[in-house]
């Protein structure tokens, strides 16, 4: 791929971040916590309203349309009568307002006077109540950056949805566990116009919600959305960014995939198509494939399915144009049809999946196509296969016209897919059952007077004051081990040893066991034993993979079953005694040259079970004593 000028193609950026706070939920005093456990479940049909302009949002009318009945799963701890929509909400936890103006104040916000909640129309069957809770606490946020600065217009304190279990063909299955759980929605201004620059941007912004020790960590409780366009393309909204790595990848092939449906319009007028001429016209092509070899066709064939064609003219080799690695225009007529059918054919990639040349020849005579014209097939029951195609009649006449306006779902590779259009302005209209909350001057002057420091600010300090490694210190911060590792220097643990076991054996261990496993107190618990000088500092890593594995253990526990307790040195003195005495000659021959050898030998039988420096001292007295 060229190198993108993002000057040059009028890239803009903007960030939103959602982060759950860990307090109880914001409108009951219900712990927030999640849970397997069900203890019964209700049942809703959820239909879109007037927003207060009188308008339908276009995204909730298209959940509408898919006609689905919502399950929600509960059990008697976690669920309660406000989020089952059946008693109106308490007032805003005060713990979680409190951690979100602490946020607002490290982005250089200012907070509002009073905080006035909304409703935000979602019709998804994420939220029982067919709304969303959401308020602004804060207003003129700023990051700094190389590139210059970002605006932070808005910090919303707003409730997290239900979690989605299952969906199935006209149901949805949801757990209300996480449904109301705190949640801080930052939104920056569309001034951002490098993909890095946004990567820096996210990473601040994370900084300062973690410095508060008061949002949830793991899968799930952070969800980065971008909003992308560039000159002469569309706003594309980018949900569920896990990944700080993976902004500028997105990013990237986001704007890839524009300036490509930007080729593919400019193709398409220069052919002379308009919408227009994509007529709602569908063909019945079942009898040319009576007898595919196409297993998928045969297959719904069998079971009284129809396969249905619609002309697209002058689309011929643009269907399987590429626009980001892997994916084509076809792929996003496919995955606007997909709320109907698994997938569709088209003339581009055919003959193909057991269809033959014959065959397309036959559906191209049928349709009366022209040398440029390009066709797509759809095999299902009548109705479904209708309704699949007009998705793709849709798709093709916004081709024509240039890039979509949509919200789309952030891939593992960071390709995009199409999940629903962009939603209006429309979805909003006031909270009638919760009262404006003052911000008064006295709680502003006392949640400024005691912010927490910023991870940044943290990490030089312990590169300064604790003389460790910077790339030691900014791990141990990132991974929110700083107050574990402050603990571990109180109880008396080098600050080189503490950092080098949190920053370098647990990092390490990450790819082999679960190490979420291994909590503060197992960690504590090593490190007793070793300040007792009853573990060698090699008997980390082996104590903390069991731990891993096996949570339910205590570091003593695991010290004692893996025979991992400290040696005395008259054992290490007669183990080492038993490995010299096989290699006398060698020792003899090359005297120190054989302390590699020897150690590596001493290593094997006694790792993690005597000091290190210990048996290297002894392994060079012998040595010394045969060789002279």
């Known amino acids: 791929m060229e190198k993108i000028n993002y000057e040059e193609v009028g890239l803009k950026v903007g960030l939103e971040i959602h982060r759950q706070l860990d307090t109880k939920k914001l409108f009951s005093p219900v712990p927030s916590k999640l849970s397997d456990d069900v203890d019964f479940t209700f049942k809703r049909r959820l239909r879109p309203t007037m927003s207060e302009l009188g308008e339908i949002d276009p995204a909730a009318l298209e959940e509408f349309k898919k006609g689905r009945t919502y399950i929600y799963e509960a059990n008697n701890e976690l669920g309660d009568l406000v989020y089952m929509d059946e008693e109106p909400p308490r007032g805003p936890d005060e713990e979680a307002l409190e951690v979100a103006l602490q946020i607002a104040y490290l982005l250089n916000a200012k907070p509002v006077d009073e905080v006035y909640y909304m409703r935000k129309i979602v019709i998804d069957g994420s939220n029982v109540s067919g709304f969303q809770r959401t308020a602004i606490i804060a207003t003129d946020g700023k990051v700094e950056t190389p590139w210059g600065t970002v605006g932070i217009p808005t910090i919303c304190l707003e409730e997290d949805a239900a979690r989605i ?13 996480r449904l109301g759980i705190p949640l801080v929605e930052i939104s920056t201004t569309p001034d951002i116009h ?3 620059q946004a990567k820096v941007v996210a990473k601040f912004i994370g900084d300062a919600l973690r410095a ?14 971008l909003n992308v366009s560039i000159k002469g393309g569309a706003r594309i909204e980018i949900k569920g960014v896990q990944e ?3 902004i500028p990848v997105i990013i990237e092939r986001e704007v890839q995939r524009q300036l490509n449906l930007l080729k593919i319009r400019d193709e398409l007028r220069k052919r002379g198509v308009t919408p227009e001429d994509i007529k709602e016209e569908f063909y019945d092509v079942t009898d040319i494939f009576k007898d595919t070899k196409s297993k998928i066709i045969a297959r719904i064939l069998k079971k009284g399915g129809k396969v249905l064609a619609i002309k697209l003219p002058k689309f011929k080799g643009l269907i399987g144009m590429e626009i980001q690695p892997g994916r084509r225009l076809g792929t996003e007529f496919a995955d606007r049809a997909k709320k109907y059918v698994p997938g ?6 055919l003959p193909n999946y057991g269809i033959t040349q014959e065959e397309v020849e036959k559906v191209r005579k049928l349709l009366e196509l022209e040398e440029e014209d390009a066709f797509v097939l759809v095999a299902a029951q009548e109705e479904i296969a209708k309704k699949a195609l007009k998705e793709v009649i849709i798709r093709a006449r916004e081709a024509i016209i240039g890039v979509p306006e949509e919200t789309r779902r952030a891939l593992p590779d960071g390709n995009t897919q199409y999940m629903r259009p962009l939603p209006g302005k429309a979805r909003m209209y006031p909270e009638t059952d919760i009262p404006p909350i003052r911000i008064t001057e006295e709680m502003k002057k006392r949640i400024k007077e005691n912010l927490p420091e910023l991870p940044q600010a943290k990490v030089e300090k312990y590169v300064k004051e604790f003389e460790i490694d910077k790339s030691m210190a900014q791990t141990i911060v990132d991974d929110e081990r700083d107050e574990l590792f402050e603990e571990l220097i109180e109880m008396g643990v080098k600050p080189s040893l503490a950092a080098s076991i949190l920053a370098v054996v647990l990092k390490g261990l990450r790819k082999e066991v679960p190490i979420e496993n291994i909590t503060e107190e197992h960690i504590k618990g090593a490190f007793k034993l070793y300040l ?20 339910e253990k205590t570091a003593e526990e695991v010290a004692q079953e893996k025979g991992l307790t400290l040696l005395t040195e008259e054992e290490v003195r007669k183990i080492i005694d038993e490995i010299i005495n096989q290699y006398v000659d060698v020792i003899k021959e090359k005297g120190m040259g054989a302390m590699g050898l020897i150690m590596g030998r001493v290593m094997a039988k006694i790792r993690g079970k005597a000091d290190g420096k210990l048996v290297s001292q002894i392994v060079k007295e012998r040595i010394r004593e045969i060789h002279g």
Do not use: N, W
Request: charged residues 40%; hydrophobic residues 30%; without cysteine.
């Open 165 to 177: 279990i299952e969906t199935r063909d006209r149901e949805v299955i949801y757990r209300i566990d």
């Open 194 to 196: 490098h993909p890095e």
């Open 212 to 225: 508060t020790r008061k949002v949830k960590r793991g899968l799930g409780t952070i969800r980065q959305d």
């Open 244 to 246: 700080l790595d993976m």
């Open 344 to 349: 569709i054919f088209h003339s581009d990639e």
């Open 532 to 551: 007792e000088g009853k573990i060698a500092k090699e008997a980390f890593e082996e104590i903390f993979k069991e731990l891993a594995q096996h949570p």
